[in-house]
Protein backbone atom coordinates (compact mmCIF):
# COMPACT_ATOMS: atom_id res chain seq x y z
CA UNK A 1 0.00 0.00 0.00
CA UNK A 2 1.45 3.59 -0.69
CA UNK A 3 1.93 6.07 1.84
CA UNK A 4 2.83 10.02 1.11
CA UNK A 5 3.56 11.79 4.28
CA UNK A 6 4.05 15.32 3.90
CA UNK A 7 6.48 17.92 5.62
CA UNK A 8 8.35 21.31 5.84
CA UNK A 9 4.77 23.44 5.52
CA UNK A 10 4.40 26.50 7.60
CA UNK A 11 4.15 30.53 8.29
CA UNK A 12 6.28 32.57 6.44
CA UNK A 13 6.34 36.05 5.37
CA UNK A 14 5.92 37.29 1.63
CA UNK A 15 9.28 37.21 -0.25
CA UNK A 16 10.70 34.51 2.07
CA UNK A 17 11.28 30.68 1.08
CA UNK A 18 10.28 27.16 2.26
CA UNK A 19 10.70 23.64 1.07
CA UNK A 20 8.10 21.01 0.94
CA UNK A 21 9.09 16.99 0.98
CA UNK A 22 6.91 14.16 0.18
CA UNK A 23 8.00 10.76 1.20
CA UNK A 24 6.71 8.06 -0.04
CA UNK A 25 6.44 4.10 0.65
CA UNK A 26 6.46 1.39 -1.88
CA UNK A 27 8.12 0.41 -4.78
CA UNK A 28 6.55 2.00 -7.11
CA UNK A 29 8.07 5.59 -6.52
CA UNK A 30 11.03 5.77 -9.43
CA UNK A 31 8.61 4.82 -12.38
CA UNK A 32 5.79 7.07 -11.14
CA UNK A 33 5.02 10.67 -11.91
CA UNK A 34 4.86 12.84 -8.80
CA UNK A 35 3.08 16.11 -8.35
CA UNK A 36 2.55 18.89 -6.27
CA UNK A 37 -1.48 19.89 -6.11
CA UNK A 38 -2.71 22.92 -3.37
CA UNK A 39 -5.70 24.07 -2.83
CA UNK A 40 -6.91 27.53 -0.74
CA UNK A 41 -10.07 27.95 1.00
CA UNK A 42 -12.93 28.43 -1.03
CA UNK A 43 -11.38 27.18 -4.52
CA UNK A 44 -10.77 23.87 -5.99
CA UNK A 45 -7.47 21.64 -5.82
CA UNK A 46 -4.86 22.61 -8.68
CA UNK A 47 -1.32 21.49 -9.96
CA UNK A 48 1.51 23.28 -8.98
CA UNK A 49 4.06 21.29 -10.01
CA UNK A 50 4.65 17.47 -11.62
CA UNK A 51 7.60 15.35 -12.39
CA UNK A 52 8.32 12.55 -14.47
CA UNK A 53 10.55 9.28 -13.73
CA UNK A 54 12.87 11.00 -16.45
CA UNK A 55 13.15 14.11 -14.72
CA UNK A 56 10.79 16.29 -17.02
CA UNK A 57 8.85 19.09 -15.25
CA UNK A 58 5.79 21.11 -15.58
CA UNK A 59 4.90 23.97 -13.61
CA UNK A 60 1.79 26.01 -13.14
CA UNK A 61 2.27 29.40 -14.57
CA UNK A 62 1.96 31.29 -11.59
CA UNK A 63 4.65 29.49 -9.90
CA UNK A 64 6.97 29.77 -12.66
CA UNK A 65 10.59 31.31 -11.87
CA UNK A 66 9.52 30.85 -8.37
CA UNK A 67 8.95 27.01 -7.68
CA UNK A 68 11.13 24.03 -8.58
CA UNK A 69 10.15 20.16 -8.49
CA UNK A 70 12.76 17.78 -8.04
CA UNK A 71 13.12 14.18 -7.12
CA UNK A 72 15.37 11.83 -5.24
CA UNK A 73 14.65 8.16 -6.10
CA UNK A 74 17.03 6.76 -3.90
CA UNK A 75 14.86 8.96 -1.18
CA UNK A 76 11.70 8.12 -2.40
CA UNK A 77 11.35 11.88 -1.94
CA UNK A 78 9.90 14.36 -3.68
CA UNK A 79 10.66 18.29 -3.12
CA UNK A 80 8.78 21.70 -3.60
CA UNK A 81 11.51 24.30 -3.30
CA UNK A 82 9.23 27.41 -3.08
CA UNK A 83 10.84 30.57 -2.95
CA UNK A 84 9.65 34.75 -3.48
CA UNK A 85 6.14 33.67 -1.64
CA UNK A 86 3.23 35.57 -2.06
CA UNK A 87 0.31 35.83 0.06
CA UNK A 88 -1.79 33.67 -2.84
CA UNK A 89 0.30 31.06 -2.57
CA UNK A 90 -1.25 30.40 0.96
CA UNK A 91 -3.12 26.65 0.79
CA UNK A 92 -2.86 23.75 1.75
CA UNK A 93 -0.14 21.77 -0.49
CA UNK A 94 -0.84 17.84 -1.32
CA UNK A 95 1.59 15.40 -2.91
CA UNK A 96 0.11 12.98 -5.17
CA UNK A 97 1.74 9.38 -6.84
CA UNK A 98 0.95 8.33 -10.31
CA UNK A 99 -2.57 10.13 -10.14
CA UNK A 100 -4.36 8.17 -7.47
CA UNK A 101 -2.19 8.67 -4.25
CA UNK A 102 -2.17 11.50 -2.01
CA UNK A 103 -1.04 12.53 1.12
CA UNK A 104 -2.35 14.44 3.95
CA UNK A 105 -1.64 17.73 3.24
CA UNK A 106 0.86 20.54 4.66
CA UNK A 107 -0.28 23.75 5.52
CA UNK A 108 1.78 26.95 3.71
CA UNK A 109 0.46 30.20 5.32
CA UNK A 110 2.18 33.30 3.66
CA UNK A 111 1.76 36.60 5.69
CA UNK A 112 3.34 39.39 6.94
Known amino acids: QVQLVESGGGLVQPGGSLRLSCAASGSIFSDSVMGWYRQAPGKERELVAR???????NYADSVKGRFTISRDNAKNTVYLQMNSLKPEDTAVYYC??????WGQGTQVTVSS
Open 51 to 57: ITRDYTT
Open 96 to 101: NLAGGH
